[in-house]
């Protein structure tokens, strides 16, 4: 795990140069997206390059991490909405590429999900999954108490994460299902770059990546995964007790992407410095 402590928006520039650069070793990469407010800045980014160096997404495969499961079709706060709205209208994605998580309610949801698996298996897998983390340590909507094993299926969310929602739907009831990958599904990634930032989420980024594993801090199972990149601000790792160690190793997985020409930029799709 290489875990990498700066300003957000110097994580934000470092995180889509290692998706960019990640794109363009591998243009048919099978790319996990990640809903809510803390990959925004790092859509932006990525639209960004895209715009300025012509990254191209035509031949990706997306996939989506989770979704409600009890919101009207339209509803403008489903993930895959925002997903388009945010990113993928703004790059040149191939709809035909989209495998975005979705279910037209909690009879659809069993099937839609095993259908769900089987769309990861014949991709041949997701090579680099992006995830944020919940207040109380959820992984996409993996809820504390789900299995470190678990599978993509429907779920009921917790009290906390309806309440921590509750904002986003000043309209209307905040919902109180999901589908999400499992945590097993998301294990089996072949990489997993989690972004979390600002003092609300300090409290679960210490227990998932110092405490032990646990099926109470689902996102403790990414210690299980030998590759995984953490961007957090200084906010999010207040709690963290082993910031110089990660500095240094951050330090020297930045110079083992540099590139053999020196360039301050993520040239390497590669993480070559773990722990
Ligand atoms: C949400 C979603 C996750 C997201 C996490 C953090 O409820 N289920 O996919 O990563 O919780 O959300 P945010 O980035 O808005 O804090």
Same mark, same amino acid.
């Given at each position: 795990m290489v875990v990498l402590v700066d300003d957000g928006d110097a994580a934000v520039r470092t995180a889509a140069e290692v998706i960019t650069s990640a794109i363009r070793a591998d243009p048919r990469l099978r790319l996990g997206l990640a809903a809510g407010t803390t990959p925004l800045p790092l859509y932006h980014d990525l639209i960004r390059l895209a715009r300025e160096?012509? %990254? +191209?997404? &035509?031949q990706l495969t997306i996939f989506s991490l989770d979704e409600y499961l +009890?919101? @009207? @079709?339209? =509803?403008?706060?489903r993930f895959g909405s925002f997903l388009r709205r945010h990113f993928l209208d703004q790059v040149? %994605? !191939? /709809? &035909? #590429?989209l495998r975005l998580l979705d279910a037209a309610g909690l009879d659809d949801g069993e099937r839609t999900c095993g259908a769900y698996e089987a769309a990861i298996r014949e991709a041949g897998g997701i090579d680099l999954q992006l995830l944020g983390i919940g207040?109380? #340590? =959820?992984?996409?909507?993996? /809820? @504390? #108490? &789900?299995?470190?094993a678990s599978r993509t299926r429907p779920v009921a969310l917790t009290s906390d994460t309806i309440d921590a929602n509750r904002h986003l739907f000043p309209d209307g009831e905040a919902p109180q299902l999901a589908v999400t990958m499992g945590l097993g599904t998301i294990l089996e990634a072949k990489r997993l770059v989690l972004l979390a930032f600002g003092e609300t989420k300090s409290q679960a980024i210490a227990a998932a990546l /110092?405490?032990?594993? *646990?099926a109470s801090v689902p !996102?403790? %199972?990414?210690?299980? =995964?030998?590759d995984v990149l953490v961007f957090l601000d200084e906010a999010a790792a !207040? =709690?963290? *007790?082993r910031r110089e160690y990660y500095r240094r190793a951050a330090a020297l997985w930045k110079r083992s992407v540099r590139g053999s020409r020196g360039s301050e930029n993520v040239r390497s799709s590669r993480f070559e410095v773990r722990s």
């Open positions: 160096q012509g %990254v +191209d997404y &035509s +009890d919101l @009207p @079709p339209q =509803h403008p706060s040149n %994605v !191939a /709809e &035909s #590429g207040r109380n #340590g =959820h992984l996409g909507f993996n /809820e @504390p #108490g &789900s299995s470190l /110092e405490g032990p594993i *646990t !996102a403790s %199972v990414l210690q299980l =995964h030998p !207040a =709690h963290l *007790t």
